[in-house]
């Protein structure tokens, strides 16, 4: 078959488009759609998975961020925010996307190790330079006079986290559970105002002035001090606190139609890698990587540490008693 | 309730004012320690309170913010009842158009015959259209006039890009350039003798997008096929052929803000399709003040190819406008046999390929100054409010337009082939004037004045009077 000379050339000049096409590099984005108090941390991590995907594989990886209250973010999720993953406060709220979007497996915490969870934290209290208030565990900030600031339970993972620590301590300290629902009403009455997620706590705490003890995430309290500086807050560590293990997961269902599910379980895994940890340390979470956490256990103070599965049986049962309609905290809350 | 930080301060400041005069008021008698430091700690409550007010204030204003965001936006305006999601991307619009004429006629065409005045519910639209999913869309029209309901459009339609939308359904077909203005902005009463040659409403596939930042516009189309100035359920019967129509329309100064001829638009637009025996007879060809002048024998079909062509332009400028076009139909026609009720080619059929043309320009003027254009209606600077002395916008316009049939239709023996040269006009020539009375967005009073002048086929025994006729129209529309 005889093509003519002009048919020839445009043949070779598609020809050439198609493959310079396929070997310029790609640019892939992904949405991470995470908790309130870990902007600083994936502001250094994306850029250093980013170098590291470009280095790898030659292609951009643009990580774009949504932050909010935990329980708000995964609703969002569910009603069609487009996250490629979910780094949130808690599994539970994992496990509402999954139940409610079918967005991802039932079984997703077992495909990343440590129960999904790369890095740990806890909650402890910030306060006041010289601790007017004289604060040293959970049962002083119950006493009348101190003002208690917490995000609200309903929205936020952080404020869930430090429910279920109050909870425990007066249920170990009075040795009941209706002595803790009784602690925890007391608790909330001297919180003044409920913000829906742990970064507008920190505002409301830092930089309004308002209440004298602030229920915190630890890796935030540390960005308090570090921010505003040690002479204007302290941290006070409780007797006994929680072990909050932030779980990540890939969402399988948008990422499959967007065509970036390699990409996602990658970005993923990188949080488990050397560098990944190296930076969850340097922004005050507490390394799962022994090594990691060995290089980094002088920043945080040593504290008895429970875990959900211990005292409250896991998330689902949790959730179901404490934080869905017409539980404890509903219960607490609208009496008060 | 948003408590000013001034307030705070000010309150703070009172107290601190209180606590710095107590050692000078005190001075017959001293203060104790205990006292002041219970004034710090009042103080200090105070201060408190306040801001916690300020921040529950703040947050409360941020859920607002939040839920707003989320919420569906309801709207009712000049341009229909809406409701349109918080991100835009889907919508339902509600809107409607009534039309009441008047028809008054002063001399009927033919003696003996006698058309009735009239007062007449001209058109009774309600209209739902909208998107879904931001790049997709949809209409239903209905007409809900004449004691019958029709569907009158009904499509979906996506988007990609300015360049490229689809369309499928049942909507206008895209040629006859007055056709395509809606029926609420008309300039006349009733749309004129091009519209009688090319398609309405038809139904298909078609294709639209602009190019050359909105200079040149494209339309093509595939569509079932429809007789001239007919829609496609005005056939019966089968018709394997379809129709194609593609339309090209530039606006070549559309983007020089300073051109004079900023506003011309001149295009053309071509049709071809098939027609076969057994579709049903044709519509008849009306004056402009809508009585009958020419139809074909009842025995005649189209069998054959249909071409048609369409040059177009108009030209607005400011309060000025004018609007021009010429169609030309060509079509393959035969004379049938009815045997066992179905219209059948014999061999005593006859074929001929006829050649029926038509042309009109309008002329407009907006004595008010509002501004026209082509398929709007002027926006009154000022509504019509007789107390306020205010009197929404008047237009004046003026029309000639003429069709004309092929003579060749009149030719044969006995009265003629394809119509009787006796009874049915070869030509019309129609001079309209038109008042609009625009008295705010929503309602528009039309007065037009029809005169038409007909002429006979050769050999015609026929002498058509001359026929004038007053058309009035009230038309709320939203």
């Known amino acids: ?336 | 309730m948003k408590y000013p930080r001034s307030l705070r301060a000010a309150t703070t400041a009172a107290a601190l004012s209180a606590l710095a005069l107590a050692p000078l008021a005190g001075r017959a008698q001293t203060a104790p320690s205990d006292d002041i430091a219970a004034l710090r700690e009042q103080i200090h409550q105070l201060d408190q309170k306040l801001r916690v007010l300020e921040r529950n204030s703040e947050l409360k204003d941020e859920a607002t913010t939040a839920a707003a965001a989320k919420t569906p936006v309801v709207n009712a305006d000049a341009k229909g009842f809406s409701l349109t999601s918080a991100d835009k991307k889907y919508s339902l619009r509600i809107r409607a158009n009534i039309q009441a004429d008047g028809r008054y006629y002063f001399e009927d065409r033919e003696a003996g015959i006698d058309t009735p005045d009239a007062f007449v519910l001209r058109r009774i639209r309600p209209s739902f259209e909208g998107t879904v999913a931001e790049k997709y869309g949809y209409r239903l029209m209905f007409d809900l006039a004449n004691n019958q309901v029709q569907l009158l459009d009904a499509y979906a339609t996506y988007k990609y890009s300015d360049a490229f939308s689809a369309l499928f359904g049942k909507t206008k077909s895209p040629f006859d350039l007055e056709r395509l203005v809606s029926q609420t902005n008309l300039l006349f009463i009733e749309r004129s003798f091009p519209t009688l040659l090319g398609p309405n409403r038809d139904t298909g596939v078609q294709v639209y997008g602009d190019f050359l930042t909105g200079r040149l516009s494209y339309q093509a189309a595939y569509l079932d096929g429809a007789s001239d100035g007919s829609s496609l359920e005005t056939e019966s019967g089968g018709n394997d052929g379809k129709d194609a129509v593609v339309r090209l329309f530039t606006h070549p100064f559309k983007n020089d803000q300073d051109s004079f001829l900023k506003g011309l638009g001149l295009g053309f637009a071509y049709s071809t399709g098939t027609r076969e025996v057994g579709t049903g007879a044709f519509r008849a060809y009306t004056s402009n003040a809508l009585v009958p002048f020419f139809q074909y024998g009842s025995t005649v079909r189209p069998d054959g190819s249909h071409d048609r062509v369409s040059p177009q332009i108009y030209f607005y400028k400011g309060p000025f406008g004018v609007m021009a076009s010429y169609t030309e139909s060509i079509q393959e026609l035969v004379t049938t046999t009815v045997v066992g009720g179905v219209n059948t080619i014999t061999p005593a059929s006859k074929r001929a390929d006829l050649t029926n043309r038509a042309w009109a320009v309008n002329v407009n003027y907006v004595l008010t100054g509002e501004d026209t254009g082509y398929s709007t209606n002027p926006k009154p600077a000022q509504d019509f409010n007789f107390e306020a002395g205010t009197w929404g916008a008047w237009e004046v316009a003026a029309r000639l337009s003429q069709l004309s049939v092929d003579e060749a239709t009149f030719a044969g023996a006995g009265t003629g082939t394809f119509a009787n040269r006796n009874t049915q006009a070869q030509r019309i020539d129609s001079y309209s004037l038109g008042v609009n009375w625009y008295l705010n967005r929503n309602v528009k009073a039309s007065l037009n004045f029809e005169h038409s002048e007909f002429q006979e086929a050769d050999a015609s025994t026929a002498d058509f009077e001359n026929e004038n006729a007053i058309l009035s129209r009230v038309q709320l529309s939203f």
Do not use: C
């Open chain 1, 1 to 336: 078959m005889n093509f003519s000379p002009l048919s020839r050339l445009a043949a070779a000049t598609l020809a050439a488009l198609a493959l310079a096409g396929s070997a310029a590099a790609k640019s892939v984005e992904l949405l991470n759609v995470s908790y309130d108090p870990t902007r600083e941390l994936y502001v250094e991590f994306n850029t250093a998975f980013a170098a590291h995907w470009k280095a790898k594989t030659g292609d951009d990886v643009i990580v774009k961020q949504s932050h909010g209250g935990s329980g708000k973010q995964a609703r969002s999720v569910i009603d069609g925010l487009r996250a490629d993953v979910v780094t949130l406060a808690l599994a539970g709220d994992i496990d509402a996307i999954a139940k409610n979007s079918e967005a991802l497996p039932a079984d997703w915490q077992t495909r990343l190790p440590h129960n999904s969870a790369p890095y740990t934290s806890t909650i402890v209290f910030l306060v006041r330079k010289g601790n007017p208030k004289g604060i040293k565990d959970w049962d002083d900030i119950v006493k009348p006079g101190v003002s208690i600031i917490t995000p609200n339970p309903k929205t936020s993972g952080g404020a869930r986290w430090n429910y279920l620590a109050a909870w425990e301590f007066a249920k170990r300290k009075f040795g009941s559970d209706d002595a803790a629902k009784a602690f925890v009403a007391k608790l909330f009455k001297n919180v003044p105002v409920l913000d829906s997620g742990a970064r507008g706590a920190t505002t409301t705490f830092v930089q309004r002035g308002i209440g004298d003890v602030f229920l915190s995430w630890e890796n935030e309290a540390f960005l308090a001090v570090k921010e505003f500086g040690s002479d204007q807050f302290e941290i006070v560590v409780p007797s006994l606190s929680i072990l909050a293990e932030p779980p990540v997961a890939v969402v399988d269902k948008v990422a499959k139609r967007k065509g970036t599910t390699e990409v996602a379980k990658a970005y993923l895994e990188y949080l488990y890698s050397d560098e990944g940890q190296d930076i969850a340390g340097k922004n005050f979470y507490r390394p799962i990587d022994p090594k990691f956490a060995a290089k980094y256990a002088a920043q945080f103070t040593k504290v008895e540490l429970f875990t959900i599965d211990q005292a409250f049986g896991g998330w689902a049962k949790a959730q179901k008693e404490h934080f869905d309609d017409g539980g404890t905290f509903d219960q607490i809350y609208l009496k008060n």
